[in-house]
């Protein structure tokens, strides 16, 4: 991990083993399938269901300020706690809950590299236990939406000045000919294709076969000269509906060190069912 740019934010699964228990460390588990919590977790580890913890339950959006105060102080995170996300399929919804927190300002977030599939891989105990963790008084330090989240007025600006925009999605997506990966209900938009002038990387590009990020030098290759993203200009990532390019996002962001990326979450959900929206194929 020491050539990362911010190797820090990467921890193992014998760190985590080491540290689980720790009072000023809290494990999270967020995953694609809701239910993987409850057939077994990391010992000590809270649940950070993306869709009905993280998610405003009327709106497309975040959860209110207070709101995500409400949630942390209910699960026993404190603003000063380091947070250690993990989770299944790469991490891709670790990466989303990591981000979004970054989106309320928590400062200590962190990744166990491999998520969960390379806790369990090397034989490490799970358990059904639910932890229950004394209730803290949280409170948001700042909002980082400006920096690190993108709307689709931004994103339009961004295509006409021909800035970088990267689609992290299958080929099949970014073509047109699925609305969402192989296997999966083909549903959420009405129009197939990508936003003109995205680049197509897709995310899992960024793993190894262990589910652990590939090297400081094989990401280079991928996005530094495959894609000729460069460190200085402003990045746009975005998939279907956030998640994929929130790991995206982390690659740049914290292991390659790119400082002006931003994730828009609206992404093909949104930019597939705007009325006139531009869609090349």
Sequence with gaps: MENYKHPEVLVTTDWVAEHKNDPD?????????????ET???????KIDWQNDLQDPLIRDYLPPEQFEKLLAGKGIASESKVVFYGDKNNWWACYAFWAFKL???????????????WISE???????????PKTKYQVSQLNEKSIRAFRE???????????LIDVR?????SGELLHMENYPQEGALRGGHIPQAQNVPWAKAV???????SYEELIEIYQVGAKLKAEEDIIAYCRIGERSAHTWFVLTYLLGYPKVKNYDGSWTEWGNMVRAPIER
Excluded: W
């Design 154 to 164: 931004k994103v339009i600006l961004h295509t006409r000045a021909k800035k970088a």
């Design 123 to 133: 034989g490490r105990p799970l358990t059904k236990d639910v932890p229950h963790f």
């Design 170 to 174: 299958s080929p099949q997506e970014f």
């Design 40 to 46: 077994g977790h990391i010992p000590n580890t809270i």
């Design 208 to 214: 190894k076969d262990d589910g652990t990020f590939r």
């Design 104 to 118: 309320y300002g928590h400062k200590n977030c962190l990744i166990m590299d491999g998520g969960r599939q390379k």
């Design 25 to 37: 460390v809290r494990i999270v588990e967020s995953d694609e399938d809701i239910l993987l919590y």
